[in-house]
């Protein structure tokens, strides 16, 4: 799973940032990738303390307290 290159250089330049290189895109993308899949680890623990196999938006807003 990979980032449009074009929304990630976009969220940089909405950040501040002026110049924005290849690298600096890719390195942000898989940063990006990383992150999504760490919290749906966390949150599918918590739906399966649920019981239940459908992960819900609340699910997700567990994984930041």
Same mark, same amino acid.
């Given at each position: #799973? *990979? ?5 990630? %250089?976009?969220?940089? %330049?909405?950040? !501040? !940032? ?13 940063? #990006?990738?990383?992150?999504? &899949?760490?919290? *749906?680890?966390?949150?599918? %623990? ?7 196999? *459908?992960? %819900?938006?609340?699910?997700?807003? #567990? *994984?930041? &307290?």
């Amino acid at each position: #799973m *990979t980032f449009a290159k074009a929304q990630v %250089k976009r969220l940089i %330049k909405k950040s !501040g !940032g002026k110049r924005v290189s290849k690298d600096a895109v890719n390195t942000l993308s898989q940063l #990006m990738e990383d992150k999504a &899949l760490e919290v *749906t680890a966390k949150a599918l %623990k918590f739906a399966k303390y649920a019981k239940r196999r *459908t992960l %819900k938006a609340s699910d997700f807003e #567990m *994984t930041q &307290l």
